[in-house]
């Protein structure tokens, strides 16, 4: 058996454990982690900086770096993300539905664990712990294949998480870690049916098409984000400003950050040459189409592969268009699905852009930044769908569940 199947196995044998016990135990289990990660603290940071320092000398972007980066304010975020997990509505056993047939026969439909939750991602090592917490509390072991860049990182987390769980009831075989830098042991884990019930890339478009290539088990892609914002003609234009700055500049290298800017022509000239003057005193590179340029001379020109990119980086792509009606054929044309918003004061325009945007979060007069799941209140997220089944937009407890039928009956056969 191969060290990834051996490591599944285990996860598919914890799971049935973790079935079966209370919401009680399970919030033991994340406030014991919780303490364990205080505790070890100085042993996690030490290790991070290893990952840091490899990656400076591997050129790692500024921006990949900060997703890399660990600090005490970022372990007790986890910590309060393990908390929040706790305190949220064990959603396992929630009878969704209930009725009775007319033959007498009572029906629920029930939410239940998922079972194995297998998790493949980049950098960001708190995706280590978020995952941990929600797949615990939604009843699911999980098998865990970090990136090579976060190696020593996600290993100190995992031994933490391991060494909290050892004190409760649950299992620490709930929570598998393939310590490893082969991307083969990727192939094998993405090929384990029967041992894993959901396979959830989360990182850039490159890791995500390779998974869902690869995988013959289901998978939810998540996190590809070309985001939008519209400025419309009917926009306050101060509030536009403000939030433009928001969704690009509070943090580059995160999917729900605007990568492209949409501007009506008719507010162009007066708004435009402000707010790229804000953007580029914040460090940010602008790519603009040719009105653009014509209204600004000295920017770079865009490209068709600049409208499709997800930068993740200080690079903007700002085109002028006509209408609304161009504004979402642009956005259908590129988008990845993920967030879209619209700046205006035209209630009509705004009614219909949230409409006819085929994205899973579609803001009005807001940043692309609040599509997170703390931010929704589903306390820490897994990743955000861009599809469509089974979950959409971020994924919190519930989306972690699946569901069965309980049928009651009193003799009934069928006829």
């Known amino acids: 058996m191969s060290v990834v199947k051996e490591l599944a196995s285990k996860a598919k044998g914890a799971s049935r454990i973790l079935a079966g016990l209370d919401t009680t135990a399970k919030n033991n289990a994340l406030e014991a982690v919780a303490k364990q990660l205080l505790t070890d603290q100085v042993s996690i940071l030490q290790a991070n900086e290893l990952d840091l320092q490899n990656g400076k000398e591997a050129g790692l972007s500024s921006s990949l770096l900060?997703?890399?980066?660990?600090?005490?304010?970022?372990?007790?975020?986890?910590?309060?993300?393990?908390?929040?997990?706790?305190?949220?509505?064990?959603?396992?056993?929630?009878?969704?539905?209930?009725?009775?047939?007319?033959?007498?026969?009572?029906?629920?439909?029930?939410?239940?664990?998922?079972?194995?939750?297998?998790?493949?991602?980049?950098?960001?090592?708190?995706?280590?712990?978020?995952?941990?917490?929600?797949?615990?509390?939604?009843?699911?072991?999980?098998?865990?294949?970090?990136?090579?860049?976060?190696?020593?990182?996600?290993?100190?987390?995992?031994?933490?998480?391991?060494?909290?769980?050892?004190?409760?009831?649950?299992?620490?075989?709930?929570?598998?870690?393939?310590?490893?830098?082969?991307?083969?042991?990727?192939?094998?884990?993405?090929?384990?049916?029967?041992?894993?019930?959901?396979?959830?890339?989360?990182?850039?478009?490159?890791?995500?098409?390779?998974?869902?290539?690869?995988?013959?088990?289901?998978?939810?892609?998540?996190?590809?984000?070309n985001c939008h914002l519209f400025v419309d003609q009917a926009a306050d234009t101060s509030m536009a400003l403000e939030i433009l700055l928001n969704a690009k500049c509070?943090?580059?290298?995160?999917?729900?950050?605007?990568?492209?800017?949409?501007?009506?022509?008719?507010?162009?000239?007066?708004?435009?040459?402000?707010?790229?003057?804000?953007?580029?005193?914040?460090?940010?590179?602008?790519?603009?189409?040719?009105?653009?340029?014509?209204?600004?001379?000295?920017?770079?020109?865009?490209?068709?592969?600049?409208?499709?990119?997800e930068f993740l980086a200080p690079v903007l792509s700002i085109k002028v268009v006509e209408n609304l009606q161009e504004a979402l054929s642009h956005i259908q044309t590129y988008g990845t699905g993920h967030s879209e918003s619209i700046i205006t004061e035209d209630q009509e325009a705004a009614e219909k852009f949230l409409r006819q945007v085929d994205a899973a979060a579609?803001?009005?007069?807001?940043?692309?930044?609040?599509?997170?799941?703390?931010?929704?209140?589903?306390?820490?997220?897994?990743?955000?769908?861009t599809q469509k089944l089974h979950a959409r937009g971020p994924m919190g407890l519930r989306e972690l569940t699946s569901y069965k039928y309980v049928v009651r009956g009193t003799g009934q056969v069928r006829s």
């Open 66 to 225: 900060d997703r890399l980066a660990l600090h005490e304010n970022r372990i007790q975020d986890m910590v309060e993300g393990l908390r929040q997990v706790a305190e949220l509505p064990d959603p396992v056993g929630e009878v969704m539905e209930s009725w009775t047939r007319s033959n007498g026969l009572q029906i629920d439909k029930v939410r239940v664990p998922m079972g194995v939750v297998g998790m493949v991602y980049e950098a960001r090592p708190n995706v280590t712990v978020d995952t941990f917490a929600l797949c615990l509390k939604a009843g699911s072991a999980v098998l865990l294949r970090g990136s090579a860049n976060a190696l020593n990182s996600n290993r100190a987390l995992v031994a933490s998480i391991k060494k909290g769980l050892s004190a409760t009831v649950v299992p620490t075989e709930v929570v598998q870690f393939v310590d490893s830098e082969d991307r083969k042991d990727v192939d094998a884990m993405l090929r384990l049916n029967g041992l894993l019930d959901l396979v959830i890339p989360r990182g850039g478009a490159g890791l995500i098409r390779r998974v869902v290539e690869t995988a013959t088990v289901p998978v939810i892609e998540t996190g590809v984000g």
């Open 250 to 309: 509070q943090r580059y290298g995160v999917c729900n950050a605007a990568e492209s800017l949409l501007v009506h022509r008719s507010v162009a000239s007066g708004w435009l040459p402000t707010a790229v003057s804000e953007l580029q005193a914040r460090g940010v590179e602008i790519r603009g189409c040719p009105a653009v340029l014509k209204l600004i001379p000295g920017l770079k020109p865009a490209s068709e592969e600049d409208w499709a990119t």
């Open 362 to 385: 579609v803001y009005h007069n807001a940043s692309t930044r609040f599509t997170d799941g703390f931010q929704y209140g589903f306390g820490a997220e897994i990743g955000i769908s």
